[in-house]
């Protein structure tokens, strides 16, 4: 293995300016309104930001309940049966950043990779 | 093993107990699970350059377990261990050729293999891609933190012998 | 603890960096509008530098438009022409153009785009809530009134015969999609991408140079069924799986054979044009979807100046040369067979 101090400071440097190039790349793509929830590794859900009306939707799993509002085109999670509240405190749904809550293996996320639009 | 080495291991786990229950109080720092300073991690990088790879083993693994369970969430025990489990192989396998007085580089790495961690057993529990998108997020602060932890874990190591 | 210097001032440089790039970022977030009009959903992308303004006059265009065209609103040029009762309708230039080319596409498609069927699709009960399927003496009665050749266009007048009456939805959204399209290119815009109500008009490539991805929706399912890859140009789609009823077990779709004065019934569940002009692929996707999938390749042989993916009942896809690299089906229909006309 290297000993070089100066080779693996480099690489601390390294890790640490792609990640953050990673976040701005992440945080400044563009995102449609298509919404995908996944519980348990299966799609549960797919929202049309752009067609839903203020609303509420609940899952369970387990017996614990995570509660997902739909307001004003946007996602977020209003309340969880969960230790840390992560999900909740994720805020409104961003492009590249879902909304996750792992105890109850859910997540939420904009369909990014797919269509810019949909002719119909 | 003798006493005092185990006595002392033992004063380590519950000093990165107490530490990883108060932080565990503090509200989240970013709206990204699994995201935290880790500052029990203090102990453990502290560990890496003063006792054996069992003994550091034996104190991570002794930690984890006690944490969950005060903590009571018994489902961040797979990802603290993933996570803990390949910093400390990595911080083991690193200590060998990053010197004391570059401990914060050697933590930094550490931090980066529990983010790698963390995120491979979310991978594999959620069966989903989305967690990836948590990854340079994690890793960004991470090496903040790595950075922090290290820092304090190398002003400590020589001012505080607790090993024979 | 730091070797003076060197591995500092990396780290710092590294961090300077890194937040140069959180700034630069800002730049490529598109300005995105979407609103209600012309009894639709429209949503408006645009990228660039003056693309925020651009989209808020999208939405005035827009509106601007439906009062003109609007059947349903009293005032507009269109609801005068129809109570005009056969007298010369002075009207703006939009509207003269947009009926004069409606006029052009039913000699160009034979008749099956046909603006002035509009006292049918109110006899079946479109207009409203209350369908019902009316007697053949009252279609044919009201067939007689159908003949977009006898609309006269005069410099900006416009000339119905007595009990006449027309309607743009065939033609209205692609028109409005162009209008919008050379709105955003005036203001600068390179870059946009224009969703009226499943009319999608596309302006130059993503701000990265790749193509756009516009998905086109199943008749059968709220999924699609396949994609296009394209870079400038139009898609619309005609169908019968958004407004219907049924009677009797069967199902009466919103758009009308001028021929028939019935629902299209020409064996095809769906058609979406591509082309580069929004009102051609708009006109066209009804046209084809009217006189089914035989006379839509003599189309389009004949005219020629764009493509089409048809589906037909037993879920063939039809998908012309010119749309054969640009489209690609969809994982859930890979049953659905697919042939490329030529």
Redesign the interface.
Known sequence: ???S??F??????V???V??????????R?HG?KVII?Q??RVVMTLDL??ESDRTVEFVYEGRKNVLEIKN?GVRMLSADC??H??V???WLRS???I?C??N?L?V?FADS??????? | MNIKRMTVLALLTSLALIIFVVELQMPPIAPIPGMKIGFANIVTVYAVYKFNARECALLLLSRILLGCLLAGNMISLIYSLSGGALCLAGMLLLHKVIDKKHMWVCSILGAVLHNIGQTVAALALMQTAAVLSYFPFLTAVGCVAGLFTGICAQLVVDRIDLSD | MFERGSEMKKLLCIFAAAITFLFTGCASEPAKRSFFAMDTYITVTAYGDNAENAVKDSEQLVLSLEKLWSVTYPESEISKINTANGKAVKVSEKTAEIISFSKNMNAYTGGSLDISVYPLVKEWGFTGDSFHVPAQEKISELLSRVDAQSISVNENTVTLKKDMMIDLGAVAKGYACDLLAEQLKNSGVKSAIIDLGGNIRTVGKKTDGSLWKVGLRSPESDDLFGTLTLGEGAVATSGGYERYFEADGKRYCHIIDPETGCPAESGLLSVSVISPEGKLSDALSTALFVCGADKARELWKKLGGFDYIAVTDKHEVLVTSGAADVFELDVSCSDWKVTVVV
């Open positions: 293995m290297i000993r101090q100066k693996w400071i480099a690489v601390c440097a890790i640490f300016a990640s953050v190039i990673a976040c701005v790349i992440i945080l400044t563009p309104s996944k348990d590794g752009d067609r085109g230790p840390d992560v999900c405190h994720t805020g590249g950043i879902p996750v792992l105890p293996k997540t996320e797919e269509e810019d639009a949909v002719a119909r």
